[in-house]
């Protein structure tokens, strides 16, 4: 049983240094999407580890890019609309070749909800405020 968690652990604790990286190169590619894979990563090691969950916060990457965000619920828009459209692509690929109705009433519920939380749970931000700095 210890063994199996650990191994659990152990899963969470790389898939949080995958998303972690992959977020990284999206600070400098502007095609891959920062915010979501941060976030990610922090789920992934506050599953994995409690060290790694505070090292990860304690990093200039997460109090420059996902901090804000945990604290206030805030965005800049850049980030909202780089997160909605990574995501509508995503939807869009098994959408348009799944052929099963219920899956994509599905889909389209998922979108609807998706834009109404990004528009009415999470406050925007400018880039120069305090709450996009911290």
């Avoid at 502007?30 to 894979?37: I, K, N, Q, Y």
């Avoid at 789920?43 to 580890?49: D, E, N």
């Avoid at 994509?104 to 925007?124: D, E, G, L, P, Q």
Wanted: hydrophobic content about 55%; overall charge positive.
């Amino acid at each position: 049983m210890v063994l199996i968690k650990r191994i659990i652990s152990s899963l969470y604790i790389a898939a949080g240094f995958i998303s972690l990286g992959l977020g990284i190169i999206g600070i400098v590619l502007p095609v891959v999407p920062t915010t979501p894979l941060l976030l990610l990563a922090s789920f992934f090691f506050v599953k994995g580890s409690k060290k790694f969950e505070v090292w990860f916060q304690g990093t200039s990457i997460y109090k420059k890019h996902l901090e804000g965000f945990i604290k206030e619920r805030s965005m800049t828009l850049k980030q909202k609309v780089t997160i909605l459209l990574f995501a509508d692509f995503t939807i869009a690929f098994p959408f348009f070749i799944l052929d099963s109705i219920p899956i994509k009433i599905m889909f389209i519920v998922i979108v609807i909800y998706k834009y109404y939380y990004f528009i009415f749970k999470i406050k925007t931000v400018k880039p120069n405020s305090e709450l996009s700095k911290v």
